[in-house]
């Protein structure tokens, strides 16, 4: 239905697409992986009318095409979900469904017939959500739904669907699993770019792996296995994923002291303690209080009552829940959304990083960047660029990452708060970022991180708390836990056989 | 391990080239300068003589000291049209009469002014996140306000003999007035650069939830960065005031519009978070040039006004052009 | 028959119409509410015309309320105030329109409502209003021009230096300035907008000057831009040439100090009391000239000591009707 | 309230924004018996309703993401075209030249990228300067047809508040009922996202100047006919004077939230502060420091979430 023949795409210098061609059948789920900055989704944008093409081209049924607009794009047919959200949230659900093809009745935008309509794309996707809530009150996960509902209400022949789980969880994806089989039998293609191996196994029955900017492969998934598709991806077998615990239990003197800290007034309380050279992990289903909890901890959220007190030698220190006293205390914070929240993409990744240094200095004090430090960092963590001195916002994903943990691993402190710590993030460098965190906490450093993605909690963490309804239901020895176990833990609150000895 | 931001691998040709696209990338003022200074050269050579040259500098140092504190304000994405208010309100205390005190103290007052004024300013702006134009605007609103309707009391009277002298003062046939204005400029310019601030500006300007997410302190840069630019406002409205020689309600109305061309035309945008002091100093010259050019040639208001808008107009496009090529 | 109205002092105004209105037209027993609709502020000139008109209001005991509004230069802003100083049904409406034309439906409005009218400043033959007081204008420009014409011997090159574009009593007194010139053989070497403000007059006449334009006298519109000119030229150390100004106590201190060879048409904020002693006349029932117009003999190298008041500062204006305690305590330098 | 506090994400309103004019509204009723006069009201609607026509068209581009700072001189300059120009051609002329200024402006700040303020300062400068060169001199006679469209009194009623209800109608419409409305508030709110959904993020921003100019003319053209001459600097004051009404009304500039409804509130509310002050003796000069004050209260309250601009 689609062939790529040729396709290329410069920025500046720098080739993002070269001549990469293969073809994609209808009635298939096309999978697109590859390392982060492999071009997966500027591919994509050529195809959705974002950017054009530099050379090559790309057949559509053997017609040659080139949507120089978004806008292009969907009059030939194809519907993308962007791998940035694009829900504005000043709109509705029902209105940003249908934005750019407002249905119209006399002359007026038809909204009860764009109701109907959008209540009927939620509902495949198994969701109830009031169509007339502004996107803007809406949490990721749901607004990644309605992005997923507002692709597939198009009547497109060709769907693209740029990382659309990196927000959801197990049961939402389940859905989309259901919607992608049925989108397969209605003969349309669909182009399902992630980093998740087993939905690209689950799902996809083709894939195609980029490699810097070429084609590496296109091929059927059924006679392919885990270990070929990584090595593919990465060049190399990934001989260990997650890095090696520590053995013994984890017996660090205390970091961090939370003392029965209140989100909600009138919610309840929750108390733990983080220890040197431990990662824990926070599990539990999406929404359950395990965000907040670690925001109002980063100071950005803020906390009814409780005391937080760091730890360093003997001396501890009552905390001032504010980001900045957080960040003076040696905590730093790493938010899931790191275009928003993390990176000043029109920087370079020199100052992007040489800001972290400069935490406990006056604003009245003259600056210094150790280039020698951040270019010794760049080179650890194989950020991909240029050189130091490329902008943030022309990185991949997965490097826009490491930048964003590269700031903070660079500049001093001893606590580190994770949100989503591989948000995006091709396997390799997910090896990377798990290996740089177990470096830092066996140097000493204490890690808190929240992830959507449970084996991540289960393969990384040292200690895992669950979840559930604002409060901690259980602890669990990392090594030992179970994702049945875990599971189980989050959805009811207690644990099979066991007795409650946990919670 | 190499630190190849400092490896000697570039060559001469690279950076040639480096230099050949940092001169391209210069803002459009320096250009425009070039341009109405060969103009000037063919239908007014009198205008380059060093002597007039040195005097439009000094004409120039109100409106490039208010740029300063203007582009501050838009490196962090905010911006201050409380300028020509804070100048109005100067000349009031200046000037007003209602004040029993002596001129240096009424200097020291207007100095404390420009503070409480960057502080309001800056409240509104970073505690209840108001939108800067609006707040400035109504601070403007304000202040002219209140110092018109208590002038009415009382007739201007004039200003400090001290401020008279400098604007008028020369060492040789530099205007002292120019000297101050680069005696701030230099300081100021190697303090963005060299220090934290600066940094937490750019970073501000790049992207603010993630300046307050990684607890750069928000809210203090920001007020002084508002706290700055009224004061850079006042030392404007010194200037004035002393060439002026009498208080008066009118003084630097266009400034604040003025030093938002400024800005723009030196090459200060809003959230690239970057932006030297240089360019709205060159732009600021540039301004005051082609408002003397354009008087020279002896055109009327209206084409003069025509001009200037044209001026104003094709520089920022054209260099926003050269920017995205 | 009544005894003539004095406006202001015989030497400040004089009556220019033979018509009358006639006794009794507007009689009305007081206390009376009058309005008064001004342009805007921003010089010291309209600071002192407003305080000594209120001043005025304020001491005549049958004035019940005096309401003052100002269109801060905006037409739009001045019809509405003039339409809301009629809905309160004034009874006597005082006007110094922004331009004629902008005003004439509410002044017939108003005239309609059989509410008396004094405009004050412009647009005789535009406004049918019932009593004109005028200054300023086509004399003003006139006065200066005739003073250069004389200077210069009928030759030379002038520069002049204008108003605010687009204001018609600026316009007015271009004319008469290019009326007094006409038929001589003086030229006009530049002609700038200075907008009547010093700042931006010095920034013109610097450039003039130090770019060596040639000049033998400059002729301006008025208000604060001679004294910027002379501190120019004082700077630069050029020989002074002839430059008209106007009654400012400040122009008249350079004027001194620099020893400049100068004429000052004067144009006395006495007028705005004048408009009220109108409309108190008229309400009283007394018989009025239709047009009265003041053009004393301009301020000359002669009598400028008579004029000048070293004591008080750069913004007073001569002559004046305030009380002299009240010039001290206003004025009084510091 | 709770749909009021909902929907402020669109609107913008708040319910200060809605209770100032009410608030003065009541306050003059009890404190001058002029106010509530009917030919006082009829007053307060013609002062008023040039400066509702002109906000209507900024807050247009306000709600896009931009700002227009030429709208003042887009009126003089229709003020002097209609008093110079052959009066069958004075009005289609108008309304060209306002498509013009429009284009300069969008096309300035889509496709040069040039900041609004700065280009907007660019053509207001431009654009007061041809206005003086067409009608140096305020006067000239306004055609008779435009006179009477703004003065007469159909049905007892003045003309002013035909013109409101129908630009309010017309703007009400156009924002809340069409398609073009819908994605003003999506390039707004973000240009980027709105054009990934297939709307022309650029080409939209050039209509919302386009229209915003047009509105001035029409503000231009009623205000000239109103005051029955013409003038250059007719309109100088109204630049900031609409940027004032629509902050009042809660419209932000950061783009993507504004109502009609919060227009005519802020522009009430600057009528009724101007009225009011004449009516109750209150010094003029005052009149700027009362409306910086109630804009600071009325933006202090306003739900924003981005810092800056
Ligand atoms: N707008 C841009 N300007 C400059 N370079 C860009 C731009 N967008 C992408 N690139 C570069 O193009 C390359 C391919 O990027 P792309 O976003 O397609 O990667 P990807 O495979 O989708 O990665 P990820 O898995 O992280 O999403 C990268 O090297 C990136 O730095
Ligand atoms: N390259 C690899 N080498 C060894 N084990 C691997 C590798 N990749 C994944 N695994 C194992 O597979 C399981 C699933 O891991 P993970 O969640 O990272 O994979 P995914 O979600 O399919 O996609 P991705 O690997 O792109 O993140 C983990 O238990 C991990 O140990
Ligand atoms: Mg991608
Ligand atoms: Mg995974």
Redesign the interface.
């Known amino acids: 239905m689609i062939s790529f023949h040729n396709v290329t795409k410069r920025f500046g210098s720098n080739f993002a697409l070269s001549d990469v061609s293969f073809d994609c059948k209808a009635g298939s789920v096309h999978a697109l992986t590859g390392e982060n900055g492999a071009g997966k989704s500027t591919l994509m944008n050529l195809l959705a009318g974002v950017f054009s093409a530099d050379g090559g081209e790309i057949r559509l049924r053997g017609a040659p095409i080139a949507p120089e607009r978004p806008a292009d794009s969907q009059r030939l047919g194809i519907s993308t979900i962007f791998q940035e959200l694009t829900l504005l949230g000043n709109l509705t659900i029902a209105e940003n469904l249908f934005l750019g093809r407002e249905p119209m009745r006399r002359g007026m935008v038809d909204r009860a017939e764009m109701r109907t309509c959008a209540r009927a794309a939620l509902a495949r996707l198994g969701s109830t959500l009031d169509v007339d809530t502004f996107c803007g009150d809406l949490s990721v996960a749901d607004q990644q739904l309605v992005e997923i509902a507002k692709g597939v209400s198009t009547d497109a022949d060709i769907f693209i669907f740029d990382e659309p789980t990196a927000a959801l969880n197990a049961p939402e994806v389940e859905k989309l699993g259901e919607l992608l089989a049925s989108l397969k039998a209605a003969g349309k293609l669909v182009f399902y770019v992630s980093h998740r191996l087993e939905e690209i196994f689950r799902f996809c029955d083709q894939v195609t792996v980029l490699k810097d900017g070429a084609h590496v492969e296109t091929r059927p998934t059924a006679g392919l296995d885990r270990d070929q598709l990584v090595s593919l991806m990465v060049g190399r077998v990934l001989s260990q994923f997650y890095p090696e615990r520590p053995s013994g239990p984890p017996g660090g003197p205390v970091a961090l002291e939370v003392d029965r800290l209140q989100i909600e007034a009138g919610g309840p309380q929750v108390s733990f303690s983080l220890r040197q050279g431990e990662i824990l992990g926070l599990a539990g289903l999406e929404g359950q209080g395990q965000r907040s909890i670690i925001r109002a901890l980063g100071g950005l959220q803020p906390a009814v009552a409780g005391a937080v007190s760091k730890h360093e030698g003997s001396q501890a220190r009552k905390l001032d829940l504010s980001v900045v006293q957080t960040v003076l205390a040696g905590i730093g914070f790493v938010p899931e959304d790191r275009k928003i929240e993390g990176l000043y993409l029109p920087l370079s990744i020199t100052e992007n990083i040489g800001i972290g240094m400069l935490r406990r200095s006056s604003i009245w004090q003259m600056a210094r960047t150790r280039r020698d430090v951040i270019a010794s960092l760049m080179a650890r963590m194989e950020i991909r660029s240029t050189s130091a001195r490329q902008l943030v916002g022309q990185l991949s994903g997965g490097n826009q990452q490491k930048v964003m943990i590269g700031r903070w691993l660079a500049s001093g402190i001893d606590v580190l708060l994770l949100e989503e710590p591989t948000r995006g993030v091709d396997v390799g460098a997910k090896a990377e970022i798990y290996a740089l965190l177990r470096d830092f906490a066996d140097n000493g450093g204490a890690v808190l991180m929240i992830s959507s993605e449970l084996l991540e909690v289960l393969g990384l963490c040292d200690r895992i708390l669950v979840v559930r309804q604002n409060q901690i239901v259980a602890e669990l020895e990392g090594s030992a836990a179970s994702e049945d176990e875990v599971m189980r833990l989050a959805l009811t609150g207690r644990a099979a056989n066991l007795a409650e000895s946990h919670a | 391990m190499t630190d190849f931001a400092t490896s000697p691998s570039t060559t001469t040709g690279q950076r040639l080239r480096a230099a050949g696209s940092a001169v391209a990338s210069l803002p459009f003022a320096y250009a425009a300068t070039l341009i109405l200074l060969i103009a000037a050269y063919f239908m007014r050579p009198a205008l380059l003589s060093p002597m007039l040259l040195l005097l439009i500098a000094r004409q120039a140092a109100p409106l490039g000291l208010a740029a300063i504190g203007q582009s501050l304000c838009m490196r962090v994405l905010s911006i201050d049209l409380s300028i020509g208010g804070v100048i109005v309100g100067v000349s009031y205390i200046l000037t007003g009469g209602l004040l029993p005190f002596s001129d240096p103290v009424l200097m020291l007052i207007a100095i404390a002014f420009g503070v409480a004024v960057g502080l309001l300013n800056a409240f509104f702006i970073t505690r209840l996140r108001a939108s800067s134009v609006i707040v400035t605007l109504a601070v403007t609103l304000i202040i002219t306000g209140v110092a018109v309707a208590f002038s009415q009391l009382r007739s201007p009277g004039d200003a400090p003999e001290m401020l008279r002298q400098v604007s008028r003062l020369k060492i040789g046939i530099v205007p002292v007035a120019l000297l101050i204005w680069l005696a701030v400029l230099i300081p100021i310019a190697v303090f963005l650069r060299m220090s934290v601030f600066g940094r937490y500006i750019d970073a501000i300007g790049a992207n603010p939830r993630a300046a307050w997410v990684s607890g750069i302190p928000y809210v203090r840069v920001v007020t002084v960065v508002h706290v700055m630019s009224s004061l850079f406002a006042v030392f404007s409205g010194f200037l004035l005031i002393g060439f002026v020689g009498v208080g008066s309600m009118d003084l630097g109305r266009d400034l604040a519009l003025n030093s938002l061309a400024a800005v723009i035309l030196g090459g200060v945008t809003f959230g690239s978070g970057k932006g030297g002091v240089l360019g709205p100093t060159v732009a600021a010259l540039m301004l005051t040039f082609s408002f003397n050019l354009l008087t020279s040639l002896g055109l009327g208001e209206p084409a003069k006004l025509m001009l200037q808008g044209l001026i104003i107009g094709v520089a920022a496009a054209a260099y926003s052009i050269q920017r995205k090529t | 028959a009544q005894e003539e109205v004095q406006l202001l002092p015989a030497n400040l105004i004089e009556a220019t119409s033979p018509n009358m209105v006639p006794a009794g037209k507007f009689k009305k027993d007081g206390p009376w509410k009058i309005g008064m609709s001004f342009v805007g502020?921003?010089?010291?000139w309209i600071?002192?015309m407003?305080?000594e008109t209120k001043l005025e209001a304020a001491s005549n005991p049958n004035i019940g309320?005096f309401?003052?509004?100002?269109a801060?230069?905006?037409?739009?802003?001045q019809?509405?105030?003039m339409?809301?100083?009629i809905?309160?049904?004034v009874d006597a409406l005082i006007v110094a329109p922004?331009?004629?034309?902008?005003v004439?439906?509410q002044v017939a409005k108003a005239l309609a409502a059989g509410i008396p009218v004094i405009n004050f400043g412009t647009g005789g033959d535009?406004l049918s209003t019932t009593v004109e007081v005028m200054g300023g204008g086509e004399r003003f420009g006139e006065v200066g021009g005739t003073f250069l014409k004389e200077k210069l011997g009928g030759k030379g090159v002038i520069w002049a230096f204008r108003g605010i574009?687009?204001v018609?009593e600026e316009?007015q007194r271009y004319d008469g300035f290019r009326k007094a010139i006409a038929g001589t053989d003086i030229t006009i070497g530049?002609?700038?907008?200075g907008d009547w403000?010093?700042?931006k007059g010095?920034?013109?006449c610097?450039?003039?000057v130090?770019?060596?334009?040639p000049v033998d006298g400059i002729w301006f519109s008025g208000a604060?831009m001679t004294?910027a000119c002379i501190?120019v030229f004082t700077?630069a150390g050029k020989p002074l040439v002839p430059m008209t100004g106007e009654s400012n106590n400040?122009f008249l201190r350079a004027w001194k100090g620099a020893g400049v060879d100068g004429a000052a048409p004067i144009f006395t904020p006495g007028l705005g009391p004048a408009t009220v002693r109108a409309a108190v006349a008229l309400l009283e029932g007394k018989s009025l000239h239709t047009h009265y117009y003041s053009s004393p003999a301009p301020i000359d190298n002669q009598n400028l000591d008579s004029y000048y008041r070293p004591d008080l500062?750069?913004?007073?204006w001569v002559t004046s009707t305030l009380p002299e305690d009240k010039i001290e305590e206003?004025?009084k330098?510091? | 309230m709770l749909d009021l506090k909902r929907r402020s994400r669109r609107t913008g309103l708040t319910p200060i924004a809605l209770a100032l004019p009410l608030a003065l509204f009541i306050l003059l009723c009890l404190s001058s018996s002029t106010f509530t006069s009917l030919e006082n009201l009829a007053n307060v609607n013609s002062q008023i309703a040039a400066l509702l026509i002109a906000s209507l068209g900024q807050a247009i581009v306000a709600i896009s993401g931009g700002i227009d700072l030429s709208v003042g001189a887009v009126m003089g300059l229709t003020s002097a075209i209609l008093v110079t120009v052959d009066p069958s051609l004075a009005v289609p002329l108008a309304y060209a030249m306002g498509i013009a200024v429009g284009l300069v402006n969008g096309l300035g700040v889509t496709f040069f990228n040039v900041h609004p303020l700065v280009m907007s300062l660019a053509s207001m400068t431009f654009v007061q300067g041809l206005a003086l060169l067409v009608n140096p001199v305020p006067g000239g006679v306004v055609p008779g047809y435009l006179r009477t469209l703004a003065v007469s009194e159909p049905l007892g009623l003045p003309a002013a508040l035909f013109w409101s209800v129908g630009v309010i109608l017309l703007a009400w419409y156009l924002l809340n009922r069409t398609r073009f409305g819908l994605r003003t508030y999506a390039v707004g709110a973000n240009p980027a996202s709105a054009q990934r959904n297939g709307v022309s993020a650029a080409r939209h921003k050039v209509a919302c100047y386009v229209l915003c100019s047009l509105a001035a003319v029409t503000a231009g053209i009623f205000l000239t006919a109103r005051v029955g001459a013409g003038d250059a600097t007719m309109g100088a004051a109204y630049s900031l004077d609409t940027v004032t009404a629509m902050a009042l009304g809660g419209v932000q500039l950061a783009g993507g939230a504004g109502s009609v409804l919060g227009v005519v509130a802020g522009v009430l509310t600057l009528g009724l502060i101007s009225n009011g002050m004449n009516l109750l003796g209150i010094s003029p000069f005052l009149r700027a420091a009362v409306t910086g004050v109630l804009l600071l209260a009325a933006i202090g309250l306003q739900r924003r979430e981005a810092i800056g601009a």
Do not use: C, H
């Open positions: 502020v921003g010089n010291t600071v002192q407003i305080e309320e309401i003052f509004t100002e801060n230069w905006q037409p739009a802003k019809v509405a105030d339409e809301d100083l809905a309160q049904k922004l331009a004629p034309a902008l004439k439906d535009i574009a687009g018609t316009q530049a002609e700038v907008y403000n010093y700042a010095k920034q013109l610097e450039n003039f130090l770019s060596g334009q604060d004294r501190d700077e400040g500062n750069d913004a007073f206003m004025f330098k510091n």
